[in-house]
């Protein structure tokens, strides 16, 4: 049974589309994140949910929108896409905010 | 605020030698330590973490790191190096800051190459 699973794994698409990627956890988590990687592999925090409640939003641009119906999932939302926006994307939880994360496998957006 | 630095960006041992990635880090607080590893095309897996209990700290796959206050390390070892190990590592410190948002901050990376 994956722990984190994030889907798709692979998205491409073109320039201006609307996407959105999920990302369920069965751990029991708390608190839920998305993370961006880019083209140098950076890993860099955009969002984090704690039992639905966002507590974490970086300087992340308004294009992206993260939702969490539940706190076992967290999904992200991207309008009008930009070339920019490649990178791999991907979602992690913890428990009660401190060490024990668990990351997904990523999802591999590429905008074209 | 929390930070990590990898001191070296590229790594290159031969298989059956040591391995050492150097990280240091900055931190206001007692800071919780990890070290995560990317093969390629693949997520992020925990090889070890420190949360001010022993200050070394024995992870998967024959690795280890030792916290130093002192000098503000977390370098990551290990004794001979495999093939297998061929990967993206990642030194990264919890932010214990204001809330205690347990968010990550990741260092740059050190891509460690084995060769035959």
């Known amino acids: 049974d994956t722990a984190v699973s994030q889907t798709p794994k692979y998205l491409v698409t073109q320039m201006g589309n609307d996407k959105s990627i999920k990302c369920e956890q069965n751990?029991?988590?708390?608190?839920m994140y998305w993370y961006k990687q880019d083209s140098k592999k950076f890993l860099k925090i955009m969002f984090s949910?704690?039992?639905?409640?966002?507590?974490i939003n970086e300087t992340v641009p308004n294009r992206f929108s993260p939702k969490s119906p539940d706190k076992a999932h967290l999904n992200l939302h991207i309008n009008s896409l930009e070339l920019g926006d490649s990178a791999v994307y991907f979602c992690?939880?913890?428990?009660?905010?401190?060490?024990?994360?668990?990351f997904g496998s990523g999802t591999r957006l590429t905008v074209v | 605020a929390q930070s990590v630095t990898q001191l070296d960006s590229h790594v290159s041992v031969s298989e059956g030698t040591p391995v050492l990635l150097r990280c240091n880090y900055s931190?206001?607080?007692?800071?919780?330590l990890f070290w995560y590893v990317q093969h390629p095309n693949k997520g992020l897996q925990l090889l070890l973490k420190?949360?001010?209990?022993?200050?070394l700290v024995k992870g998967i796959n024959g690795f280890e790191a030792e916290f130093k206050k002192s000098e503000t390390s977390f370098h990551l070892t290990k004794p001979s190096a495999h093939m297998s190990d061929a990967a993206e590592y990642f030194c990264?410190?919890?932010?214990?800051?204001?809330?205690?948002?347990?968010?990550?901050?990741f260092g740059q990376g050190t891509t460690l190459q084995v060769k035959p």
């Open positions: 992690a939880s913890s428990e009660a905010g401190v060490g024990g994360y668990t």
């Open positions: 751990l029991g988590h708390d608190t």
């Open positions: 949910y704690n039992n639905k409640e966002l507590i």
């Open positions: 931190s206001s607080y007692s800071p919780s």
């Open positions: 420190y949360t001010s209990a022993a200050t």
């Open positions: 990264v410190v919890s932010d214990h800051g204001s809330g205690n948002t347990g968010k990550l901050i």
